[in-house]
Nanobody, 120 residues
Framework: VQLQASGGGLVQAGGSLRLSCAASGRTFSRYAKGWFRQAPGKEREFVAAISWASDSTYYADSVKDRFTISRDNAKNTVHLQMNSLKPEDTAVYYC??????????????WGQGTLVTVSS
């Protein structure tokens, strides 16, 4: 079972990036999906989450109205569209999957991170 995150990189403040997370080894179509991030010297924090049917989404206040989470169950993928990026968005971003939709870090499955660096 593997979650593979991609799409990170270096972008200037105000720019956009789209992160993707592909699952392999099992189908996560009935699992909630989440994105988390961890900046250097800080704890991992919630960014966004989406229910398995895409009928519920949650966002951290710090990214609301700038980030959009979406998923494609047919392709077993989840995406995070990040617009109007700020230097404080710099972090390693992780995708996660769990049977329950939650904003906590108790997700059962985690992918490796992808680094997002926003320059000022």
């Amino acid at each position: 079972v593997q979650l593979q995150a991609s799409g990170g990189g270096l972008v200037q403040a105000g720019g956009s990036l789209r992160l993707s997370c592909a699952a392999s080894g099992r189908t996560f179509s009935r699992y909630a999906k989440g994105w988390f991030r961890q900046a250097p010297g800080k704890e991992r924090e919630f960014v966004a989450a989406i229910s398995w049917a895409s009928d519920s989404t949650y966002y951290a206040d710090s990214v609301k109205d700038r980030f959009t989470i979406s998923r494609d169950n047919a392709k077993n993928t989840v995406h995070l569209q990040m617009n109007s990026l700020k230097p404080e968005d710099t972090a390693v971003y992780y995708c996660a999957a769990d049977p329950l939709l939650t904003t906590g870090t108790s997700y059962h499955y985690w992918g490796q991170g992808t680094l997002v660096t926003v320059s000022s």
